[in-house]
């Protein structure tokens, strides 16, 4: 991470940086976007079993279009757009790969590898969104696309396997 993370006052000044910051996941010194990630998957194992698949669907379109304006606002205010405390854009993509991989353990860490992997590498077109669209939604849409790659090779292990 570039810059420290901020105090936890700020984490609790606004709801879009409480969010941003991953409920305070974000404030880790070590790592915060895996931290997020894991925030994540504990929440997903939490509270999935709570939702119905199309009402699950629904709170991802939610948590993905409020979220853009979460870390557009927070990175204003941090005056770093990807600011390393704000992982919600590591949250939400992580726990679409959750709802769409099998709930065994060992699936869920292929998940989770691999999603931090593409995360941290960049493969395009995510690189593209990291470097050229500085706003909320280039934010999340690098991490989609890191989703996305790692949904794809998911699904070729499942059909090697």
């Not at 420290?4 to 010194?29: D, E, V």
């Not at 699950?56 to 405390?85: C, M, N, Q, R």
């Amino acid at each position: 991470m570039s810059t420290p993370p901020p105090p936890l006052r700020f984490l609790l000044a606004h709801p879009a940086y409480f969010f941003a910051l991953g409920c305070g996941s974000g404030l880790s010194r070590w790592m915060p976007g895996t931290a997020g990630t894991i925030f994540a998957w504990l929440t997903f194992v939490l509270f999935f079993p709570f939702f119905s698949p199309p009402l699950f669907l629904l709170f991802l379109a939610v948590a993905f279009v409020l979220g853009i304006y979460a870390i557009h606002k927070t990175g204003l205010a941090l005056g770093e757009p990807d600011h390393g405390s704000i992982v919600w854009d590591e949250i939400v993509p992580f726990w679409a790969v959750l709802f769409m991989t099998p709930e065994d353990f060992f699936w869920q860490l292929a998940a989770f590898l691999l999603f931090r992997f593409f995360d941290i590498v960049k493969l395009q077109p995510a690189r593209w969104f990291d470097e050229r669209m500085k706003n909320g939604f280039g934010v999340m849409f690098d991490d989609v696309v890191a989703a996305l790659y790692t949904l794809f090779v998911l699904m070729v292990i499942q059909w090697l396997v």
